[in-house]
């Protein structure tokens, strides 16, 4: 008996000297899981360990391999990277969340009532909203500001449309910048009618204003950034690049990264000033795998939707007016030879055809040919049909946003009419170009939901379903197409598809779990689906 027991034991101890696992902080297994890599294969478990994922298989390799006391079975629930939003603004967004919500109100008297409430609870200092859009009020015409002043005589209210590039003041807020029926500004403009200022102000005439609104303090700056965070991961977003950023904001970024409390992985776009270019000249490009920044943002034109996008021929609906660009043609070609010199990525937003086509060609004529820069047009949102081979011929980048597509298609064609509307949100078209094209929404000028933006790239559709045979449907993109948009071409826009984007080994381990297959599902059940869990390096930042 002695020697059977004796047997026994060391056929147990063999055993486990055989089968020597390696050990992992998290496990997970049983579950239908995209990796995005080059193959676009799928996995059904995937280990991971400091904050990495260290083996992604089937089920048999990963437990044969791997043990953890954190094991997790998915019961066959679909995993995929975590989405990057290529083009947003973070920490606009959650100023937002701050100031009254204007969007979706059906007419100009909504908006107020709307406004109105949110005063109430918001006594003190500058009465501050956005989100409102004429395009979806009666008349579609721009408001005036007699019932603001009416409303509000003591106190500035600065509210700023939909797509960011106008916005209407009261006449307290006006005073308090000077600005007259006298005030001229380049890129920018000052509405009048019959001699009266409206209190709309467009472009660098709404930016101009903003600079007097009173900074926030640290305490503000806080709760901005966890408010957008917190949505964001709700949402399944694990990285977002911000689109015009002051170095001082990149510094309390970093200081919040260092601490902690601020997860979210951000890639930065200075904005566009000396004191930026100075900044990271002299500090240098950076990236500590949780904050990038390599680059700048340039304001090319501006909107469609208030007309300010620079077109080659005239708005059909206001004869004689092409929108404008926001700075001098030297000024864009002076930048483009700094962030050249530089290193840096050059990050350029253009609407119009008239402003793509001179971006491109300032583009052009710096890059010389075949490069691997990724300077990117953020938007490229009508372009020339002459003018498409300028992305594929100088590497040249589009970096689009599906829901514009379908936010402005009741009324884009009236601005462009049919001709130029064919050449417009031209994903597909824009797509065979390079090979990829990087997505994201713009929020808070859009929802900030990237399965918004997964239906509308391959739908085609607004949130309703409309129309039933989709827009311009030629254009739509393959459900594969718009994950990799959404995943490793959103990283490799940013020089970052060596840390993120595909779910392999020794990426980043940043990822979410979905309650349906969103390349399976009927297109119908698309924005049925939710998100249940979101993790950054393994982390698990949101479950619902």
């Not at 486990?16 to 049983?30: F, G, M, P, R, S």
């Not at 009465?127 to 008349?139: A, E």
């Amino acid at each position: 008996m002695k020697k059977i027991l004796s047997i026994i034991a060391a056929a147990i101890v063999c055993s486990c000297a055989t089968q020597k696992h390696e050990t992992a902080d998290l496990i997970v297994q049983n579950g239908n899981i995209y990796t995005v890599n080059s193959k676009f294969e799928k996995a059904t478990a995937m280990a991971i360990k400091d904050g990495k994922v260290a083996a992604i298989g089937s089920d048999e390799k990963i437990l044969k391999t791997y043990s953890s006391f954190n094991t997790q079975n998915l019961d066959g629930k679909t995993v995929y990277p975590g989405f990057i939003d290529a083009h947003a603004h973070f920490y606009g967004y959650g100023s937002s969340l701050q100031n009254a919500n204007l969007r979706g109100t059906a007419s100009w008297e909504e908006m107020l009532a709307k406004l109105e409430a949110f005063a109430k609870d918001h006594p003190d200092g500058w009465l501050l909203g956005r989100g409102w859009d004429q395009n979806i009020w009666p008349g579609k015409e721009f408001p005036t500001k007699e019932k603001l002043d009416e409303l509000f005589p003591d106190r500035p209210v600065f509210l700023t449309r939909i797509d960011g590039h106008a916005a209407i003041a009261n006449q307290k807020a006006l005073d308090i910048a000077g600005f007259t029926t006298d005030s001229k500004m380049e890129g920018g403009d000052f509405i009048q009618i019959n001699g009266k200022l409206t209190g709309v102000l467009m472009d660098n005439a709404k930016d101009k204003m903003a600079t007097y609104i009173p900074a926030a303090d640290e305490k503000k700056v806080r709760r901005i950034f966890a408010d957008a965070q917190k949505d964001c991961f709700a949402v399944g977003l694990t990285s977002v690049v911000d689109a015009g950023l002051d170095y001082d904001l990149v510094e309390e970024i970093q200081k919040l990264q260092d601490e902690g409390s601020l997860k979210m992985r951000l890639h930065v776009m200075l904005s566009d000033s000396q004191k930026n270019i100075d900044w990271l000249t002299k500090k240098g490009t950076f990236n500590t795998g949780k904050l990038h920044v390599n680059g700048f943002k340039f304001y090319g034109d501006g909107a469609l939707g208030s007309r300010g996008a620079c077109l080659l021929e005239d708005y059909i609906d206001k004869p004689h007016h092409r929108g404008f660009l926001l700075s001098d043609i030297s000024h864009f070609k002076k930048m483009a030879k700094i962030m050249y010199d530089n290193g840096f990525q050059m990050n350029t937003h253009a609407i119009g055809d008239s402003a793509n086509r001179e971006i491109l060609k300032i583009y052009a004529e710096t890059l010389k040919g075949k490069n691997d820069r990724r300077w990117r047009i953020e938007h490229a949102q009508v372009i020339n049909k002459n003018d498409f081979d300028y992305f594929g011929k100088y590497a040249i980048v589009p970096s689009v946003q599906p829901t514009h597509a379908t936010s402005d298609m009741r009324w884009a064609g009236e601005r462009l009419g049919a001709e130029r509307l064919k050449y417009a949100y031209a994903y597909q078209e824009l797509l065979k170009q390079n090979g990829w094209i990087p997505l994201g929404t713009d929020f808070p000028i859009e929802e900030i939901d990237p399965l918004l933006t997964f239906y509308a790239a391959v739908a085609r559709k607004d949130s309703k379903g409309w129309p039933a045979n989709g827009f311009q449907k030629e254009n739509a993109l393959s459900r594969e197409d718009a994950l990799r948009g959404m995943t490793i071409w959103a990283a490799y826009g940013s020089f970052e598809e060596k840390e993120k984007g595909s779910l392999e080994p020794g990426k980043f381990a940043d990822f979410i779990i979905l309650d349906q297959d969103i390349l399976k599902v009927p297109e119908s059940e698309l924005l049925k689906t939710k998100v249940l869990s979101t993790y950054i390096s393994g982390e698990k930042v949101y479950g619902r």
